[in-house]
């Protein structure tokens, strides 16, 4: 939780606006709601000194940068700087701020790290990538790796570092970063906002324990409606994303910021089980995610009614779609007020582009027995776009959750794994996999690490079908892994439970 210089001023920023601003943090309470890092993105650059260390800008940073730093800190709060993984940065080329010619990391990994963690004293760095891509064309993991490990070797403490590459750049990126950016730039307008978390909503498998998908700097108080105001910060907070504010704190409307302070759509964002949902019901552009909240398996969940179309829609959600039974609480999250209890279905009229943001707190919490094919982790699944026939999640009209998973199988590695099927008391079960015929495709199952013999082959051809097995499951947490090592796996699209 923060703020960060991109969104408004890009790289007009200086000394005196930083600090500024990092004393806005404090004066408007943002602090005092847990806000802590100021983050200077780009245009602080200089020049590099005989030695290659990097200077600070000589017109917009005259104090220098350690002094930045030092202000941030003295209000309590920390600091966080920018650059690129190859020579030059995105301002350099996007803003033609030609003074981030050579600033990048590249060559320079040890010096920078010296500089910026141990002389001038930061604690995050965001590390982008446009001179990495567009002028190096370096492959991502070697180059992120590479950075790691100078800056481990270099800082003497734990560093903070944010991934930009502006997709989802493949699971070896929790090794990397704490955080890291699932989209291009985020911008103040409504089609942004529903792109990104339009694209967030497959990737709760991946984060987890202190990693999260970085869905871009806030652009609360930067001119969107109210009611996108609302889900643009709630589904941020709900989706366990970073919540870097992005405007102006000096001249924030009221509204905005009394949204950015809101504790209890906070708590969805700092939960300690930091969890991202999952869509657990959808119409068209209707969704309705889910998560668990301050105890996994418990009886208290958390859930967003999102409607990105443009008119309202009426949500009619059986209590069982979020494994919940018998009277259930119901509490608006945003206004804290409690609502009408229900045993059977939440039924809500939500406006176009808003949320609601709903706690439920259950008489019962039922065992889960669906699993959709877009909540699994894809140990090779990257969003960059660069191999041909990746694994990757689809919207596929008619599935369930209105998506599949694609292109599993070829090697042992490519599979599809749900890490967290969960069974109260352990026993057998018949697992039904419900799948979309791919030609030449085969299936194999494994239950915590071994094989389990399905009901038949797959449906090479024709219209979706559903394949068995009785599996045995341990109380608490299993792993269900499907896959086919030596040719594709047909397009997964879920599969359900039943206890035997
Ligand atoms: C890229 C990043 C932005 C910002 C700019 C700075 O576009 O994605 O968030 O850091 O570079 O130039």
Sequence with gaps: MGWSSWNTYRVHISDSLIVRQAKAMVSTGLKAKGYQFINVDDGYFGHRDAQGFMQPHPTRFPKGMKAVADSIHALGLKAGLYSDAGRVTCGSIWDKDSIGIGAGLYGHEEIDA???????????????????TQELDLPEEPRYRAIKQAIDKVAGRPIDINVCRWAYPGTWVTDVATSWRISGDIAPKWGSVMTIINKNRFLSAYAKNGHYNDMD??????????????????????????????????????????????????????????LQPEVVWRKGEAY??????????????????????????????????FCLAGKTKLTDIVSGKKLRATSDSIIATVAPHATLFLQLEAKQRLEPTHYEAEWAFLPLFDDLGKRSKPVSYQDVEGASGGAVIKNVGGSKENLARWNEVYSKEGGNYRIDIRYYPRKDSQLHLHVNGQPVSLSGSVQTQGQPQTISATIKLRPGNNTIEMNSPYTWTPDIDCFDLTKM
Aim: hydrophobic residues 40%.
């Design 114 to 132: 010296e500089q910026y963690f141990r002389n001038w004293g930061y604690d995050f760095i965001k590390i982008d990538y446009c001179g990495a």
């Design 217 to 274: 700097m806030l652009e609360i108080g930067r001119g969107l409606t109210p009611d996108e105001e609302q889900t643009h910060f709630g589904m941020w907070c709900i989706m366990s994303s970073p919540l870097l504010i992005g405007c102006d704190l000096t001249t924030i409307p009221a509204s905005s910021l009394a949204l950015l302070k809101n504790e209890r759509l906070i708590a969805l964002n700092q939960d300690s089980l930091a």
């Design 288 to 321: 309705v995610f889910a998560k668990d909240f301050r105890q996994r398996n418990g009886n208290t969940r958390v859930t967003a009614f999102y409607n990105a179309t443009n008119k309202p829609f009426t949500f009619s959600v059986p209590l069982s779609t």
